[in-house]
């Protein structure tokens, strides 16, 4: 890793490295007292356990670990510690944690107590199991009353829990091996968390059903298990894994599409640093401008005034987001923004409208709030707004719109956004969010068919949570669940993840695609004290620059044989084509492009990619014909 932190991730905070441990063909990573990264003979079997303890807002505890001992040995590997967490009112939740580990599996064990009685929402096990490679797959699934059930993995995003009363899963991991994991001390159930944009399946504990949050009280000790069990049946447990390549093979797809617009987010907030970046704004040139209106947040008639004179110094295609208050007859409310619109000449091309209300989460077990039907919503922004196309869907996540899946007879696009820190906030898992992508938008396409589809703003930092009661504040700069603002966005990483992102959905045939804002917290411009690209920019700048320029144009499918590591898509015009690639490690990356003809390779057909770098490579005249 390069000694620049702060150029990669924007904050000079380093992660803790991981505590790689063995035991025969069994590998994990101990990370922060957790187990991430479970593979058996270089197959991912698991992507985490972990013993999770959450606040009532759903924000995660970072307990202090103490008497961390680890003993690795030529048979497995065993570790044990205490933990504390530190609530509010100087309540505490103390847990003393055993793992052990061997070629056949491990044990995970933790024993809970509070000397003063803790509140929380979740307290207890969380099992993450991979998605690449076993969506869709076969598992076999025992629950609490001893029944067992043979059925699949979710190939679809599920909205609610596929599995209920859960005490054990079995799934293959390759031909001849399979895993069974074991939960004790609790009822478990699982979550799709795809629908988050997390790239897992969840095994947790409580159930949702049950109220929080709650009491664990004081003085009693909870004690809760995980049992990991390989079982090999390969003659003489033949190895599967492949012999690593030096570099990464990047090939030619067969599918193809165009790339969207970009769009850039306008809230009201930085309307006036937006104003006074008009120059910027048109040498950026992005195909669309959001603006973002909510009467519940304060947001008054007068912001469309800034809203005019930004879309009049860039006269671009327009869209605005509406956060319907609801508390009043829709048509009233609609007729009262469009009033205020037209006094400020602010006439949007597309409104994008939602029930302020349907922002927050409903759930499982959970009550839906009081709303107006959708389709009287829609029926009165027809009416209120007639020049302006009307869409639809959540101006919160994919999960909202899974489980409140709106009627789109009357509209004339969808609409979402994803955020990658809602669990969790290291760097490893915000990248993994982009496996995620794809299921997300291949699961709206089977909700709303062919209907025009737009995505975002989609930034790394959280704008609104609908999962608690607020974002967190992040004043000192570190990676922060749920956080309104986040330093990677700041640093070549947030550059990264937007390339990224832009690849993994380019299946989806988006209309529309938002990815920052030009100024602010999700913006493009620098603060004081920030990583910057030339001009005072940040780093993202390039990239949605990049996105911007090729908005409109053919991509051509590019196969990465590790995709987690680098992604790549080729854009192709009429006397010009590229590849392009990211590379989404804080490793140094080799790439191998023998399979297009590229001229001036640096050896043997290969690329040196730069921790988080993105690398135009054009194709000569012979690959561009090999590959149309």
């Given at each position: 890793?390069?000694?620049?932190?702060?150029?990669?991730?924007?904050?000079?905070?380093?992660?803790?490295?991981?505590?790689?441990?063995?035991?025969?063909?069994?590998?994990?990573?101990?990370?922060?007292?957790?187990?991430?990264?479970?593979?058996?003979?270089?197959?991912?079997?698991?992507?985490?356990?972990?013993?999770?303890?959450?606040?009532?807002?759903?924000?995660?505890?970072?307990?202090?670990?103490?008497?961390?001992?680890?003993?690795?040995?030529?048979?497995?590997?065993?570790?044990?510690?205490?933990?504390?967490?530190?609530?509010?009112?100087?309540?505490?939740?103390?847990?003393?944690?055993?793992?052990?580990?061997?070629?056949?599996?491990?044990?995970?064990?933790?024993?809970?107590?509070?000397?003063?009685?803790?509140?929380?929402?979740?307290?207890?096990?969380?099992?993450?199991?991979?998605?690449?490679?076993?969506?869709?797959?076969?598992?076999?699934?025992?629950?609490?009353?001893?029944?067992?059930?043979?059925?699949?993995?979710?190939?679809?995003?599920?909205?609610?829990?596929?599995?209920?009363?859960?005490?054990?899963?079995?799934?293959?991991?390759?031909?001849?091996?399979?895993?069974?994991?074991?939960?004790?001390?609790?009822?478990?159930?699982?979550?799709?968390?795809?629908?988050?944009?997390?790239?897992?399946?969840?095994?947790?504990?409580?159930?949702?059903?049950?109220?929080?949050?709650?009491?664990?009280?004081?003085?009693?000790?909870?004690?809760?298990?995980?049992?990991?069990?390989?079982?090999?049946?390969?003659?003489?447990?033949?190895?599967?894994?492949?012999?690593?390549?030096?570099?990464?093979?990047?090939?030619?797809?067969?599918?193809s599409g165009l790339f969207p617009k970009i769009g850039v987010i306008v809230r009201p907030?930085?309307?006036?640093?937006?104003?006074?970046?008009?120059?910027?704004?048109?040498?950026?040139?992005?195909?669309?401008?959001?603006?973002?209106?909510?009467?519940?947040?304060?947001?008054?008639?007068?912001?469309?005034?800034?809203?005019?004179?930004?879309?009049?110094?860039?006269?671009?295609?327009?869209?605005?987001?509406?956060?319907?208050?609801?508390?009043?007859?829709?048509?009233?409310?609609?007729?009262?923004?469009?009033?205020?619109?037209?006094?400020?000449?602010?006439?949007?091309?597309?409104?994008?409208?939602?029930?302020?209300?349907?922002?927050?989460?409903?759930?499982?077990?959970?009550?839906?709030?009081?709303?107006?039907?959708?389709?009287?919503?829609?029926?009165?922004?027809?009416?209120?707004?007639?020049?302006?196309?009307?869409?639809?869907?959540?101006?919160?996540?994919?999960?909202?719109?899974?489980?409140?899946?709106?009627?789109?007879?009357?509209?004339?696009?969808?609409?979402?956004?994803?955020?990658?820190?809602?669990?969790?906030?290291?760097?490893?898992?915000?990248?993994?969010?982009?496996?995620?992508?794809?299921?997300?938008?291949?699961?709206?396409?089977?909700?709303?068919?062919?209907?025009?589809?737009?995505?975002?703003?989609?930034?790394?930092?959280?704008?609104?949570?609908?999962?608690?009661?607020?974002?967190?504040?992040?004043?000192?700069?570190?990676?922060?669940?749920?956080?309104?603002?986040?330093?990677?966005?700041?640093?070549?990483?947030?550059?990264?993840?937007?390339?990224?992102?832009?690849?993994?959905?380019?299946?989806?045939?988006?209309?529309?695609?938002?990815?920052?804002?030009?100024?602010?917290?999700?913006?493009?411009?620098?603060?004081?004290?920030?990583?910057?690209?030339?001009?005072?920019?940040?780093?993202?700048?390039?990239?949605?620059?990049?996105?911007?320029?090729?908005?409109?144009?053919?991509?051509?499918?590019?196969?990465?044989?590790?995709?987690?590591?680098?992604?790549?898509?080729?854009?192709?015009?009429?006397?010009?084509?590229?590849?392009?690639?990211?590379?989404?490690?804080?490793?140094?990356?080799?790439?191998?492009?023998?399979?297009?003809?590229?001229?001036?390779?640096?050896?043997?057909?290969?690329?040196?990619?730069?921790?988080?770098?993105?690398?135009?490579?054009?194709?000569?005249?012979?690959?561009?014909?090999?590959?149309?």
């Amino acid at each position: 890793m390069t000694d620049d932190v702060f150029l990669l991730y924007g904050t000079r905070d380093r992660e803790d490295p991981p505590v790689r441990l063995k035991a025969g063909l069994l590998e994990v990573d101990l990370v922060g007292g957790n187990l991430r990264s479970i593979h058996y003979d270089g197959v991912e079997v698991l992507r985490a356990i972990a013993y999770v303890v959450r606040d009532r807002d759903w924000g995660t505890y970072s307990p202090t670990i103490e008497d961390l001992d680890i003993d690795q040995t030529d048979k497995g590997f065993a570790i044990k510690y205490r933990a504390n967490c530190k609530g509010p009112n100087e309540t505490s939740l103390m847990f003393a944690v055993s793992i052990t580990g061997g070629n056949d599996g491990l044990v995970f064990e933790a024993d809970a107590s509070s000397p003063t009685g803790f509140e929380t929402n979740r307290c207890g096990f969380c099992i993450l199991h991979p998605i690449t490679g076993v969506a869709g797959r076969p598992v076999t699934v025992e629950h609490t009353d001893g029944s067992t059930e043979e059925t699949n993995l979710p190939d679809l995003i599920e909205p609610w829990q596929p599995f209920m009363a859960m005490r054990a899963i079995t799934h293959p991991v390759c031909d001849g091996v399979e895993a069974e994991c074991r939960m004790e001390g609790d009822t478990f159930e699982m979550e799709d968390q795809r629908n988050w944009s997390d790239a897992s399946y969840k095994t947790y504990v409580r159930p949702l059903a049950l109220p929080w949050p709650y009491l664990v009280p004081a003085n009693e000790t909870t004690g809760q298990k995980v049992v990991l069990k390989i079982r090999d049946t390969r003659p003489q447990a033949a190895s599967a894994k492949a012999t690593k390549k030096t570099a990464i093979e990047v090939t030619p797809g067969t599918k193809s599409g165009l790339f969207p617009k970009i769009g850039v987010i306008v809230r009201p907030e930085d309307a006036f640093d937006t104003i006074k970046k008009s120059t910027l704004l048109s040498e950026l040139a992005p195909q669309e401008l959001l603006f973002h209106f909510d009467p519940l947040a304060g947001h008054t008639g007068e912001v469309f005034k800034d809203f005019s004179k930004i879309a009049q110094s860039y006269p671009v295609a327009t869209a605005l987001e509406i956060a319907l208050p609801c508390q009043n007859v829709p048509l009233d409310e609609c007729r009262e923004i469009a009033s205020q619109m037209q006094a400020a000449g602010f006439k949007p091309d597309a409104i994008m409208i939602s029930p302020a209300i349907d922002r927050q989460s409903t759930p499982p077990g959970s009550a839906w709030p009081d709303c107006p039907p959708p389709e009287d919503i829609y029926a009165a922004a027809h009416i209120a707004f007639p020049e302006s196309r009307i869409g639809g869907g959540m101006l919160s996540y994919f999960t909202e719109l899974n489980r409140k899946r709106v009627p789109s007879s009357q509209l004339s696009f969808i609409s979402h956004c994803t955020n990658p820190i809602v669990h969790a906030a290291d760097d490893l898992s915000i990248m993994q969010t982009l496996e995620a992508i794809p299921f997300i938008t291949r699961s709206t396409r089977a909700i709303y068919g062919d209907k025009a589809y737009r995505i975002g703003p989609s930034t790394i930092a959280m704008r609104q949570n609908p999962y608690g009661s607020r974002t967190m504040d992040n004043p000192d700069n570190r990676r922060i669940a749920m956080a309104n603002r986040d330093p990677r966005h700041n640093g070549k990483f947030g550059k990264a993840f937007a390339m990224g992102y832009a690849i993994r959905m380019l299946d989806a045939e988006l209309e529309c695609l938002t990815l920052s804002a030009l100024t602010g917290p999700f913006g493009l411009v620098a603060k004081e004290g920030e990583p910057t690209a030339p001009g005072g920019l940040r780093p993202i700048y390039s990239a949605i620059k990049l996105l911007i320029e090729l908005a409109g144009t053919v991509w051509l499918e590019a196969i990465s044989a590790s995709p987690t590591d680098v992604l790549a898509a080729i854009a192709q015009r009429e006397n010009h084509s590229a590849l392009h690639l990211v590379n989404l490690t804080p490793s140094q990356q080799d790439v191998d492009l023998s399979a297009f003809s590229v001229a001036n390779f640096e050896s043997k057909g290969l690329r040196r990619l730069d921790p988080f770098e993105i690398l135009t490579v054009p194709l000569t005249a012979q690959s561009r014909d090999r590959i149309r």
